[in-house]
T-cell receptor, first 114, second 115 residues
Framework: GNSVTQMEGPVTLSEEAFLTINCTYTATGYPSLFWYVQYPGEGLQLLLKATKADDKGSNKGFEATYRKETTSFHLEKGSVQVSDSAVYFCALSDNSGNTGKLIFGQGTTLQVKP | DTAVSQTPKYLVTQMGNDKSIKCEQNLGHDTMYWYKQDSKKFLKIMFSYNNKELIINETVPNRFSPKSPDKAHLNLHINSLELGDSAVYFC??????????????FGEGSWLTVV
């Protein structure tokens, strides 16, 4: 079945460091790919998304490119801030059948230290 | 003007009790969901409704029963609560499904603790 795998956390970085959170997926067909962020005590918010191969999603300095050849959607940011500390979820739309549900990876906790 | 609101935010209850979580969205979306997040932060879909019709019903115990009185509301009722039901339950909504890249909007979650 369709699935998403993210790198294990927690990821601990100093402020202004470069961030990469790896995400790979297994899917039939052509899913849409998403990154969601969950700040402490809050719900999930969409960070960015891409709907077809080679699309790049970007928001708030974060970027991710839909790579069909490597089935990846890695999240990057050039310079992280303390306020970026959160749990990041990679997800894909399961387009098998007619329901198109969202399947999440296990989440990666990011801790940014001043 | 919260887009997806759910109540209560925190709920502590004893084993065997019956409880409900309510959800409302003011985005005009036609699809609503319940997701469960366990203690390891893993998120899994439980149910989805499209225009008040159940379209996704994952492997969830019969003790969990969703109800959608209209497109803007999706409630979750849980009977005979067990310790393992302790989790965060997220309501969410979207216009259409995510298969075409439609964004799912989440509520802030309901923290359920069964003691």
């Amino acid at each position: 079945g369709n699935s998403v795998t993210q790198m294990e956390g927690p990821v601990t970085l100093s402020e202004e460091a470069f961030l990469t959170i790896n995400c790979t997926y297994t899917a039939t067909g052509y899913p849409s790919l998403f990154w969601y962020v969950q700040y402490p005590g809050e719900g999930l918010q969409l960070l960015l998304k891409a709907t077809k191969a080679d699309d790049k999603g970007s928001n708030k300095g974060f970027e991710a490119t839909y790579r069909k050849e490597t089935t990846s959607f890695h999240l990057e940011k050039g310079s992280v801030q303390v306020s970026d500390s959160a749990v990041y979820f990679c997800a894909l739309s399961d387009n098998s059948g007619n329901t198109g549900k969202l399947i999440f990876g296990q989440g990666t906790t990011l801790q940014v230290k001043p | 003007d919260t887009a997806v609101s759910q109540t209560p935010k925190y709920l502590v209850t004893q084993m065997g009790n019956d409880k409900s979580i309510k959800c409302e969205q003011n985005l005009g979306h036609d699809t609503m969901y319940w997701y469960k997040q366990d203690s390891k932060k893993f998120l899994k879909i439980m149910f989805s409704y499209n225009n008040k019709e159940l379209i996704i019903n994952e492997t969830v115990p019969n003790r969990f029963s969703p109800k959608s009185p209209d497109k803007a509301h999706l409630n979750l009722h849980i009977n005979s609560l067990e310790l393992g039901d302790s989790a965060v339950y997220f309501c969410a909504s979207s216009q259409g499904t995510p298969r075409s890249g439609n964004t799912i909007y989440f509520g802030e979650g309901s923290w359920l603790t069964v003691v």
